[in-house]
T-cell receptor
Framework: KAGVTQTPRYLIKTRGQQVTLSCSPISGHRSVSWYQQTPGQGLQFLFEYFSETQRNKGNFPGRFSGRQFSNSRSEMNVSTLELGDSALYLC?????????????????FGEGSRLTVL | LAKTTQPISMDSYEGQEVNITCSHNNIATNDYITWYQQFPSQGPRFIIQGYKTKVTNEVASLFIPADRKSSTLSLPRVSLSDTAVYYCLVGDIRGSARQLTFGSGTQLTVLP
């Protein structure tokens, strides 16, 4: 069974640009969540999607957005990039119980997308 | 949100048992405790999860006292390949509107 796939793995952008990152969850996983990891702040929750709906959001500005498609694949977008947005962006998927959307509790992470903003 | 506190780093020798403690004083009734392992340039990997008392799987044990304000991850007989950062995660991860808090992580270094 393929794991969580994130693309691109590495990318370099300049300030003011925007970036879109993609995440393909494990087949059958319908919950997708995103995290930002930096040396100074550690792992921070960005948002979570289930059934194409964002159902929770972390404490990040509106420049950070995301969406989920009907096949559970997800994208996140960061607009007007700042130097401080340089980070490893991680996507995780998980199984849910039926239509309740309740997670089984185990997150499967991808290898991340390393974003460098110059 | 349940704030967590872990030691920043720990050293151990091959073959020893390692115990990493996570403090989470304001854990909520519906919160679970989950531990993840992360190697450089990789995403975290699930190790173990528990709600109360003791949980054991093929790689680790998790001890949770009755008040649930702390938890201890126990790794038996560590090897060099166990050198990684270990994260304690506390939250209602089975809820539909969850808030997750990752701890600052503990860098475990296993020495030969």
């Amino acid at each position: 069974k393929a794991g969580v796939t994130q693309t691109p793995r590495y990318l370099i952008k300049t300030r003011g640009q925007q970036v879109t990152l993609s995440c393909s969850p494990i087949s059958g996983h319908r919950s997708v969540s995103w995290y930002q990891q930096t040396p100074g702040q550690g792992l921070q929750f960005l948002f979570e999607y289930f059934s194409e709906t964002q159902r929770n959001k972390g404490n990040f500005p509106g420049r950070f957005s995301g969406r989920q498609f009907s096949n559970s694949r997800s994208e996140m977008n960061v607009s007007t990039l700042e130097l401080g947005d340089s980070a490893l962006y991680l996507c995780a998927s998980s199984l849910v119980f039926g239509e309740s959307g309740k997670n089984t509790g185990e997150l499967f992470f991808g290898e991340g997308s390393r974003l460098t903003v110059l | 949100l349940a704030k967590t506190t872990q030691p920043i780093s720990m050293d151990s020798y091959e073959g020893q048992e390692v115990n990493i403690t996570c403090s989470h004083n304001n854990i909520a009734t519906n919160d679970y405790i989950t531990w993840y392992q992360q190697f450089p340039s990789q995403g975290p990997r699930f190790i173990i999860q528990g709600y109360k008392t003791k949980v054991t799987n093929e790689v680790a044990s998790l001890f949770i006292p009755a008040d649930r304000k702390s938890s201890t991850l126990s790794l038996p007989r560590v090897s060099l390949s166990d050198t990684a950062v270990y994260y304690c995660l506390v939250g209602d991860i089975r809820g539909s509107a969850r808030q997750l808090t990752f701890g600052s992580g503990t860098q475990l270094t296993v020495l030969p």
